[in-house]
């Protein structure tokens, strides 16, 4: 039976007519591929590497309503945030979850002036957040939902609250302030997700990674890196989601209209995944929202049983794939230090890290932090228009999705046929209330382990049970290794469905096993093996993906041989101390303390 991306070529090859081809397949680009296929048009995806692998995979893994850019008076970019926020917790509940959110203040007065001196130009870096100010915006956050609210309002308490809650925080500090707002657990699958929603729902839309296109004559050349085949396509209208790269895919689309000045500008962010225990437990579920000493907002809170904690905001002048460099891991080390001051806080922590640009709309602004999250679409003229999404960020996806959608509907003098605020997306259709109840049923059912279905259900939502009918009975149903839920016969689904091309894509995007620091030696080669065995490569071939792969998880992620070794080594002495010879089938042992943790929701 062919493959799921040899289908896809396949389709190109019998009818490369296309009403819109959307270029860059990060969140921005998938939800305006949506918009547009559900609309009755047909429309091509193109992405140069994986979906989601550029600046979609490098978010705070926040879904928020932006309470900061209340300070910068971009009020209707809150209010559309704060929609979004609502939407994705009702259309995708098995990935995004309320998270209760706290402030650490030290000042009362502090503050109250930044909004005007950011607005009239007498600053750029704000001074620091006092009570009076933090209430206020907390007030206005809550007031702009007060006719559909879904989360608490929020909540003052002194110090001697705070320290009875949280007593490992800064002892000097005189109040905290609780909100709620939303995080997501696995942002990449999200946009498999909606991918894969797009395929059953318009399926004479078509979306490809590892492809590249470029004008050519009346025409446009769509190159399958992956094979090698050139393909013709045509199209009446262009969408550039290309993000950071956006002003450098503009003359590549064949823009006739020259731009006077660059359209976007990146700041590169970076975060890190810290295995910590006691800063784990410190934070009680919440994430802490706090300043840093040079008037940074930065985050931590639990994230699949570690601790995430960043970011850095630096301006670059370039796009280009980046990494989290020395100076940044000190520096949100000692961010992290300084909320929780008696908690040991080390570089050996660190399990993982990872880092992108953020595409920012060009700005004169000294301060990164006063650059606008908002987002916009700039027409170019020609005789295949081009639609350039400009800003963004993954909370409001959609709605610049539908923005950029309806642009292009005009042109093209095409009516909207639907709309996706209120759409499911993939395992968050039929998602339960009690997800408990859930994986009670599907362990039942299929005699599993309640711990294996609770681990499904997290991750594929409602599409648990097609992962259980596919692996069912499938001799490689087994797990990778002892540090995770993961099995063989999972990582084939994987493969067959979701448009996987090598083994970074799986590693990396399809499962959690790198970021939640689960990855090892064993498993990366058990991974590898499933992997050559559905695409029919030789030994080199596959010990040359396992290189390729390491080379980059030390170089971009900060997880190193040794580390991958080290891992490897542990899970096997925990398995021996635990394991007897009339041991029960895999399912149905307990995971280690880090499989329950990681799938705790806050």
Known sequence: MPDQRTIILDKIRRNGAFDVVVVGGGINGIGVFRELALQGLRVLLVERNDFCSGCSAAPSRMIHGGLRYLENGEFGLVQESLRERDALLANAPHMVRPLPTTIPIRTVFSGLMNGAAGFLGLSETPSSRGALAIKAGLALYDWTTRKRRVLPRHNFRGAKATLAQWPALDPKLRFSATYYDAWISYPERLGIELLLDTARLAPDSLA???????????????????????????????????????????????????????????????????????????????????????????????????????????????????????????????????????????????????????????????????????????????????????????????????????????????????????????????FPADPASLAADLAGEFAISGERAAYLIDRYGSGARDIILFCLGRPDDTRLDDRTETTAAEIVYLIRHEFVTCLSDLVLRRTSLAIAGDISIVSIERIADALAAERGWNRQHRDDEIKSLIAELDTYHGVSQEMLDQRTISGAEHESQRQSPDEPDVHQRQLPRRGARSRRVQ
């Open 208 to 430: 490809l990674n590892r492809a590249e296109i470029a004008r050519g004559g009346s025409a446009f050349e769509l190159t399958d890196t992956a094979g090698g085949e050139r393909l013709t396509v045509t199209t009446k209208a262009i969408v550039n989601a290309t993000g950071a790269w956006l002003d450098s895919a503009i003359a590549r689309l064949d823009a006739s209209e020259k731009l006077a000045a660059p359209l976007v500008e990146g700041t590169k962010g970076s975060h890190l995944i810290l295995d910590n225990e006691p800063l784990y437990q410190a934070l009680g579920g919440h994430m802490i929202f706090f300043e840093n000493a040079d008037g940074r907002v930065c985050i931590m809170f639990p994230y699949l049983g570690k601790v995430l904690v960043g970011s850095t905001d630096i301006r670059v002048s370039e796009a280009g794939r980046v990494r989290c460099e020395p100076a940044e891991t000190d520096y949100i080390l000692a961010a992290a230090r300084l909320v929780f001051p008696s908690i040991p806080v080390h570089a050996a922590d660190v399990v993982f890290t990872y880092s992108g640009i953020r595409p920012l709309p060009k700005s004169d602004h000294a301060f990164t932090g006063r650059i606008s999250r908002g987002h916009s679409v700039h027409r170019i003229a020609g005789d295949i228009p081009q639609f350039c999404m400009i800003g963004g960020k993954w909370t409001t996806f959609r709605a610049f999705a539908e923005q950029a959608a309806d642009e292009v509907l005009a042109e093209l003098g095409r009516e909207r046929l639907c709309g996706t605020l209120t759409l499911p997306i993939g395992g968050g259709l039929g």
